[in-house]
C-alpha cells in the first residue's frame, strides 16, 4: 500500500522519520515534507512563489513550502501510482481541542481529505521537552490503524486527528474514538523594547488546562488512552462512525493484555 508521509515539523524530524522506518517494514511510504520547521502555520498555500522539491534520498523529498504544499506536490509526484493514505505526523506534541485549527500537522491531513484520500493526522502528546519523546509508540500506533483498517471506513471530506500518549505501547490503556475537547490558554501578551527603542512583543500563552467533558480527546489522552477524533471539513459530510468503531474494537483487542 503506497503511504504519503507530511509533516510540519520539517523532512529531517525525528517523528516523521520513526513513522517512515516504521511503515517502511510492511508499506511502501513516501515522504514529502518541509525543508524546514513550518510549525503552527495552519493551511497555508504557496501562490505567491514557485515551489522546489529536493530528493534527499530515495523516497524522501523536501518541499520548499507549507505543509498543504507538500501534500499537494506529493500527490503530484505519486501520480502514476496514487498514494491510498496520506499520514501527517508524528508531531512532536500535541494536537489536542481546538489547537487541530493552528496545526501545520492537522492541515497536511485536512489537504490529503480535500483530494478524496482517507487522511490521518499523528501527534505524541508530551508534557515537557526534556521527557523521552517515545515516537516509536506512536509510529506503532499507526501501524496498527493501518492494519485495522482504521483508513477504509474514514468518511469523505472528513480527516482522523490521533493524539498518542507518550508512554510505552504496552502502558496504552485504550482507543476511544473521541470529540474534539477545548484547550485553555492564558493568551498573555508580552511586550518589550528592543536596543533601538522600539516595541516589540511575544505571544506568551501558558497552557491551563482543559475543559471538562468526558467524551474528548483531551480527556482521553490525560486518562493514557490513544485519542481517535474524527474532524469532518464540510456541512454534510457523513456523521456515521460506525465502521471506525468497529476498527476501534479490533485496536483494542490487538492491545489487550
Given at each position: 500500500m503506497r503511504l504519503l508521509l507530511a509533516n510540519d515539523d520539517g523532512v529531517t524530524a525525528p517523528g516523521i522519520r520513526a513513522l517512515y522506518e516504521e511503515l517502511k517494514e510492511a508499506f511502501d511510504p513516501v515522504i514529502v515534507a518541509p525543508l524546514e520547521e513550518r510549525s503552527t502555520t495552519g493551511h497555508s498555500l504557496s501562490l505567491d512563489k514557485p515551489l522546489r522539491i529536493e530528493k534527499l534520498?530515495?523516497?524522501?523529498?523536501?518541499?520548499?513550502?507549507?505543509?498543504?504544499?507538500?501534500?499537494?506536490?506529493?500527490?503530484?509526484?505519486?501520480?502514476?501510482?496514487?498514494?491510498?493514505?496520506?499520514?501527517?505526523?508524528?508531531?512532536?506534541?500535541?494536537?489536542?481541542?481546538q489547537d487541530l485549527y493552528y496545526s501545520g500537522t492537522v492541515a497536511a491531513a485536512r489537504e490529503g481529505a480535500f483530494h478524496k484520500v482517507p487522511s490521518i493526522a499523528v501527534s505524541l502528546v508530551f508534557n515537557s521537552v526534556v521527557q523521552v519523546h517515545r515516537y516509536h509508540t506512536a509510529a506503532?500506533?499507526?501501524?496498527?490503524?493501518?492494519?485495522?483498517?482504521?483508513?477504509?471506513?474514514?468518511?469523505?471530506?472528513?480527516?482522523?486527528?490521533?493524539?498518542?500518549?507518550?508512554?510505552?505501547?504496552?502502558?496504552?490503556?485504550?482507543?476511544?474514538?473521541?470529540?474534539?475537547?477545548?484547550?485553555r490558554y492564558s493568551e498573555e501578551i508580552h511586550a518589550r523594547i528592543d536596543m533601538r527603542q522600539r516595541d516589540?512583543?511575544?505571544?506568551?500563552?501558558?497552557?491551563?488546562?482543559?475543559?471538562?467533558?468526558?467524551?474528548?480527546?483531551?480527556?482521553?489522552?490525560?486518562?493514557?488512552?490513544?485519542?481517535?477524533?474524527?474532524?469532518?471539513?464540510?456541512?454534510?459530510?457523513?456523521?456515521?462512525?460506525?465502521?471506525?468503531?468497529?476498527?476501534?474494537?479490533?485496536?483494542?483487542?490487538?492491545?489487550?493484555?
Open positions: 534520498e530515495p523516497n524522501v523529498f523536501g518541499c520548499s513550502g507549507f505543509p498543504g504544499d507538500c501534500v499537494l506536490m506529493g500527490l503530484h509526484l505519486l501520480k502514476d501510482k496514487r498514494p491510498e493514505v496520506v499520514i501527517s505526523g508524528i508531531n512532536r506534541g500535541a494536537n489536542l481541542g506503532k500506533v499507526i501501524r496498527l490503524c493501518l492494519e485495522n483498517e482504521l483508513h477504509k471506513h474514514i468518511p469523505l471530506l472528513t480527516l482522523i486527528n490521533i493524539n498518542v500518549p507518550n508512554l510505552e505501547l504496552a502502558q496504552i490503556k485504550g482507543f476511544k474514538l473521541t470529540e474534539i475537547g477545548f484547550r516589540y512583543y511575544w505571544i506568551a500563552g501558558l497552557y491551563e488546562g482543559f475543559a471538562e467533558n468526558p467524551l474528548s480527546d483531551c480527556q482521553a489522552v490525560h486518562d493514557g488512552y490513544v485519542a481517535i477524533t474524527p474532524h469532518s471539513l464540510v456541512d454534510g459530510a457523513s456523521k456515521d462512525y460506525s465502521g471506525l468503531k468497529s476498527a476501534i474494537e479490533r485496536l483494542n483487542a490487538t492491545i489487550a493484555p
